[in-house]
Nanobody, 124 residues
Framework: QVHLVESGGGLVQAGGSLRLGCEASGRTTSSYTMGWFRQAPGKEREFVAAISWSGGIYYTDSVKGRFTISRDNGKNTLYLQMNSLKPEDTAVYYC??????????????????WGQGTQVTVSS
């Protein structure tokens, strides 16, 4: 059984930074796609960023240039460095693991395992 545990959320002022981590256990994740999604109150869960099984990196347009996704294979951990945070980035952030090695990187329905989420709140 795979477990994903996020960390690093919190309250930050607009323009500040946070670094989220997602530690995986139960399976080595270096050969699979991993992603970050977020869900704001009253909204659907949306794609933020992903590292594909082939090494590709993807971002949603609203975070390009501000967020950086990375992974430490030795620690089996995924990261999301978030800079220049805006109030509209406020959401619960989830990491996810996709075992299918397909191409629908941004589709939340192709991910097999999810973390419990970590709250990010950006004040104006």
């Amino acid at each position: 059984q795979v477990h994903l545990v996020e960390s690093g959320g919190g309250l930050v002022q607009a323009g500040g930074s946070l670094r989220l981590g997602c530690e995986a256990s139960g399976r080595t994740t270096s050969s699979y796609t991993m992603g970050w999604f977020r869900q704001a109150p009253g909204k659907e869960r949306e794609f933020v960023a992903a590292i594909s099984w082939s090494g590709g990196i993807y971002y949603t347009d609203s975070v390009k240039g501000r967020f950086t996704i990375s992974r430490d294979n030795g620690k089996n951990t995924l990261y999301l460095q978030m800079n220049s945070l805006k109030p509209e980035d406020t959401a619960v952030y989830y990491c996810a693991l996709n075992l299918q090695r397909g191409s629908a990187i941004m589709n939340r329905n192709v991910y097999d395992y999810w973390g419990q989420g970590t709250q990010v709140t950006v004040s104006s």
